[in-house]
């Protein structure tokens, strides 16, 4: 847009606000912010998973930050790399300190990645350390033992999966009923069979775990999960549908209640704004039922 605000600025005679600003050095600003702006809109998506790509993204943010010291010809030689230009290289040790303070990569972020079965195997490449690989897997497997699905005979064996309330006693302080019924807690027997049914259910786990480690998607798989996308971009719940659900029953729930966490707070900031924006001191009347269309709006795609 430099040729139109030109053209704006020497209609109102303010020309002269451009004088002090490096055309070149504009282009090459506009270049190094170019894969922060595809990075925001696909971390932000409200409706698909985007919690198994953020360490993706982190990579392609930090491999985007190393210095340009040379000019660089690519593998067909049809384009070139310009070195960085001073300007640019304080920009980019400005950003790279700010990306390891802001940009933290957790281990739910590394545990997302595990469920994708394209980028399991890539997250040493990617740049994650050995060390937070191995805490996200022991987290990986805890998941799965928390929503295995348990027989008839194992949930029998194994009540501490929902476990009783108990009622609070008025006629102790706070602080003796938690330690009273902490000691409940200890003293209560093991069911008969426990560790037995326990050792299997983590047998079931390290099993379908390991298949899935070893588990490669084949060219036919990666077609089928595209769901038509021009970009020919993998869609990782469209594998769980089509494939992952009938070869690994515990990890298709471990996806459930794992990628469907928001990895941008974005659209609920949006729809609080919204909210505000509605429910105001002069609309102190509105009842719940007439404002329903705000969920609607929000969840649209799904609704019709």
Known sequence: MYDKLVSLLQMKDKLNKLNDISRALLKELIAFLAPFQQATPALEKFKHPTLHRVVWWRHVILGHLRLVLSDVVDEDGNGTTAKD???????????????????????????????????????????????????????????????????????????????????????????????????????IPPAEGHDAVAAALNVRVDNEYEVYMKHKVIDGEMRQCTDGDASGEFHVLSWWRHKGKDLFSILTRVVRSTLCISTSSAMSDINFSNAGNTLTKKRNRLKPRTINFMFLHSNRNICM
């Open 85 to 187: 230009s001073d300007s640019i290289k304080a920009i980019k040790g400005i950003m790279l300190l700010l990306l390891y303070s802001k940009f933290v990569l957790d281990d739910i972020h590394v545990m997302a990645s595990l469920l994708d079965p394209i980028m399991k195997s890539r997250l040493v490449r990617l740049g994650v350390k050995h060390n937070q690989i191995e805490q996200a897997k022991d987290k990986f497997k805890d998941a799965m033992i928390k929503y295995a699905p348990l027989d008839d005979e194992e949930e029998d064996v194994l009540p501490a999966r929902s476990p009783v309330k108990k009622k609070a006693r008025s006629s102790v302080l706070m602080y003796d009923q938690m330690l009273d019924d902490d000691d409940e807690e200890n003293n």
